[in-house]
């Protein structure tokens, strides 16, 4: 549990650009841009903050 925790931010940045690859490729909608924006700011602050908690 403690690992996956520790790979949460890359998941949500890897999220995130799965989100701007749809985009790109596929449905061109603003929401995926946003979505994609979201997880990629939350997905490098959560690896920040969780890995200089757990240390």
């Known amino acids: ?3 996956l925790l520790k790979n949460l931010g890359a998941i949500l940045v890897l ?3 799965a ?3 749809v ?3 596929g449905v061109q909608i603003n929401a995926l841009l946003i979505a ?3 997880l ?3 997905g490098i602050l959560s690896y ?4 200089r ?3």
């Open 36 to 38: 994609s924006m979201v």
């Open 40 to 42: 990629e700011v939350a």
């Open 1 to 3: 549990m403690n690992t």
């Open 15 to 17: 999220l995130g650009v």
């Open 48 to 51: 920040i903050f969780i890995n």
């Open 23 to 25: 985009y790109y490729f």
């Open 19 to 21: 989100c701007l690859a």
């Open 53 to 55: 908690r757990l240390g």
